[in-house]
């Protein structure tokens, strides 16, 4: 291994050990206990360090971000393709996604981020995750627009797993109320 090569993955590696420090440190705390004064002395590198690889908390937090959507349709992927009931399977991942890595979560859908959503410039982590939704819905879609369809399914979910969160339902209808949503999208 050359030198260069060797600095490259150790690079590689530092970027990683301060992504993953910030979502522990945001699982832990919260994204406000989230700083880079804080993420330095975990990681044991310098300010100017954490710098040299993102520009403050918000690009960290859209990398966390990014990650969080890459694991969330590589679940949402394996729920579908192997469940027999594709559309509940994958609805019942992403809420527990959600319920499991609350701050995760959080960086994905309801903290600031500099990312777009539905455009050339969406992040193919959040196109991937997105299509997984079309892919779960696309059997049942009858002609309605996938899109659209897609959209107002990933909406109801993100709802549930923001108010349930939130601890504004009760969790004693969690089963009833996908049992509603699931029958509204797919009513056969």
């Known amino acids: 291994m050359s030198v260069q090569q060797r600095r490259e993955r150790e690079r590689a590696e530092r970027h990683q050990l301060i992504i993953d420090t910030?979502?522990?440190?945001a699982e832990s705390d919260g994204w406000d206990a989230v700083t880079t004064r804080r993420l330095?002395?975990?990681?044991?590198?310098?300010?100017?360090?954490?710098?040299?690889?993102?520009k403050g908390k918000d690009a960290i937090v859209r990398a966390v971000a990014v990650q969080g959507f890459a694991d969330l349709g590589r679940q949402m992927r394996d729920a579908r393709t192997t469940a027999t009931a594709p559309l509940r399977a994958l609805a019942e991942t992403y809420l527990r996604f959600a319920?499991?890595?609350p701050a995760l979560y959080d960086a994905m859908f309801v903290q600031r981020i500099d990312i777009a959503f539905g455009s050339d410039e969406t992040p193919v982590e959040l196109?991937?995750?997105?299509?997984?939704?079309?892919a779960a819905l696309e059997p049942v879609a009858d002609g309605r627009d996938l899109d659209v369809l897609a959209e107002a399914f990933w909406s109801a979910l993100h709802g549930i797993a923001t108010l349930?969160?939130?601890?504004?339902?009760?969790?004693?209808?969690?089963?009833?109320?996908?049992?509603?949503?699931?029958?509204?999208?797919?009513?056969?």
């Open 22 to 25: 910030a979502r522990e440190l």
């Open 99 to 101: 319920r499991e890595r």
């Open 127 to 134: 196109r991937t995750s997105f299509g997984e939704i079309v």
């Open 40 to 54: 330095a002395e975990k990681v044991e590198y310098s300010q100017p360090v954490l710098y040299s690889h993102f």
């Open 164 to 188: 349930r969160h939130g601890q504004r339902l009760r969790p004693d209808l969690d089963e009833d109320r996908l049992d509603l949503v699931l029958s509204a999208f797919a009513p056969h």
